[in-house]
């Protein structure tokens, strides 16, 4: 059994994906790596099997990908990764540490954007504290097996299946904040503009929080391309 299982939802990833698990490459750590794809029509699950990964198949949607993925894992902590997401050079010291203990039980770390927009730089340093509206799945969500099976896994949510899952398990346990920062991609950022991309980002969350239907977010989070 491996120490973790390093899985990865994705769906037409081929131009991040070689490049995250290049990175993962040079880490010398107890993991195994779990492509999870929801259904790819560009050259994802070609690259994925060019690295030699494992890689299940499922239905498209990032939560249920990550089931999936748990599925066919074999570690005893997962590390949800965004396929469009760096881990830190000192990813596995920390969490090694961390998860000595046998009471921790589910972490993220920070998170900094592949770009120096001031915007992005100072959401950045709000990811050093957990809260509903500062802890997200693309700050790679680590939980030891057993809480992800108490949890039940990810809700089967179309969007916020990342708040959703880590709302419920702070009922159980403190997410803790590793001291490193992951590397994610500005994309979305990028294509509609940073303090648009933003806000709107903020709208979805409240409107997710005061009770709207998850499945009409996501159309207008589709519909915006965020």
């Given at each position: 059994m491996y120490k973790y299982s390093i899985i990865i939802p994705t769906l037409n990833e081929e131009k991040f994906l070689p490049l995250v698990l290049e990175h993962l490459n040079k880490f010398d750590d107890d993991f195994e790596i779990i492509v999870s794809d929801g259904g790819s029509s560009d050259d994802t699950v070609n690259i994925a099997e060019s690295f030699g990964v494992k890689i299940c198949k499922g239905e498209t949607g990032k939560g249920m990908q990550l089931n999936k993925g748990a599925e066919c894992s074999a570690g005893e902590i997962l590390i949800c990764l965004h396929a469009d997401t760096f881990l830190p050079e000192d990813a596995f010291i920390f969490t090694n540490k961390l998860f000595l203990d046998?009471?921790?039980?589910?972490?993220?770390?920070?998170?900094?954007?592949?770009?120096?927009?001031?915007?992005?730089?100072?959401?950045?340093?709000?990811?050093?504290f957990d809260s509903i509206f500062t802890t997200f799945g693309d700050q790679a969500i680590i939980i030891r097996r057993k809480l992800f099976n108490q949890l039940g896994g990810f809700a089967k949510l179309p969007i916020f299946e990342d708040v959703e899952l880590l709302k419920r398990a702070r009922k159980f346990n403190k997410v803790h904040k590793i001291p490193l920062y992951v590397i994610t991609s500005a994309r979305r950022f990028e294509k509609k503009g940073y303090l648009k991309t933003q806000c709107l980002n903020g709208l979805y969350i409240l409107e997710y929080l005061a009770g709207v239907n998850p499945d009409n977010i996501y159309k207008k989070y589709f519909r915006n391309k965020l």
């Amino acid at each position: 059994m491996y120490k973790y299982s390093i899985i990865i939802p994705t769906l037409n990833e081929e131009k991040f994906l070689p490049l995250v698990l290049e990175h993962l490459n040079k880490f010398d750590d107890d993991f195994e790596i779990i492509v999870s794809d929801g259904g790819s029509s560009d050259d994802t699950v070609n690259i994925a099997e060019s690295f030699g990964v494992k890689i299940c198949k499922g239905e498209t949607g990032k939560g249920m990908q990550l089931n999936k993925g748990a599925e066919c894992s074999a570690g005893e902590i997962l590390i949800c990764l965004h396929a469009d997401t760096f881990l830190p050079e000192d990813a596995f010291i920390f969490t090694n540490k961390l998860f000595l203990d046998s009471k921790n039980n589910i972490a993220t770390f920070m998170m900094k954007f592949d770009v120096g927009n001031f915007l992005l730089k100072l959401y950045s340093q709000f990811t050093r504290f957990d809260s509903i509206f500062t802890t997200f799945g693309d700050q790679a969500i680590i939980i030891r097996r057993k809480l992800f099976n108490q949890l039940g896994g990810f809700a089967k949510l179309p969007i916020f299946e990342d708040v959703e899952l880590l709302k419920r398990a702070r009922k159980f346990n403190k997410v803790h904040k590793i001291p490193l920062y992951v590397i994610t991609s500005a994309r979305r950022f990028e294509k509609k503009g940073y303090l648009k991309t933003q806000c709107l980002n903020g709208l979805y969350i409240l409107e997710y929080l005061a009770g709207v239907n998850p499945d009409n977010i996501y159309k207008k989070y589709f519909r915006n391309k965020l």
